[in-house]
Nanobody, 124 residues
Framework: QLQLVESGGGLVQPGGSLRLSCATSGFRFDYYTIGWFRQAPGKEREGVSCISRSDSGANYADSVKGRFTISRDNVKNTVYLTINSLKPEDTAIYYC?????????????????WGQGTQVTVSS
């Protein structure tokens, strides 16, 4: 069974940093492009980052460039999203998703498998 499980969210003060993890199982992790998405209250789901089969394939939405960093560990079958200089506007549920043999491009297309999300709340 293909599974993705997000973790690492929580309540963080503005200006802080956070690292989200997406642990996967049940498939050849290195065959898949992994995307991170977020959905803020009252807003549509937004693709924020993706990573292909190598770190050089990473890409980001304009809204998060310079603050978000995506990486993957093909041994641990885990993708990370490091967020720096957190802002209240970053508050959202963050999801990771997988797509087989998908190019890492924006706008992000359809992804096949999804995690259940992890809540990030940025507040003082």
């Amino acid at each position: 069974q293909l599974q993705l499980v997000e973790s690492g969210g929580g309540l963080v003060q503005p200006g802080g940093s956070l690292r989200l993890s997406c642990a996967t199982s049940g498939f050849r992790f290195d065959y898949y492009t992994i995307g991170w998405f977020r959905q803020a209250p009252g807003k549509e789901r937004e693709g924020v980052s993706c990573i292909s089969r190598s770190d050089s394939g990473a890409n980001y939405a304009d809204s998060v460039k310079g603050r978000f960093t995506i990486s993957r560990d093909n041994v641990k079958n885990t993708v990370y999203l490091t967020i720096n200089s957190l802002k209240p506007e970053d508050t959202a549920i963050y999801y990771c998703a997988a797509a087989l043999f998908r190019q890492c491009r924006f706008p992000l297309g359809e992804f096949d498998y999804w995690g259940q999300g992890t809540q990030v709340t940025v507040s003082s």
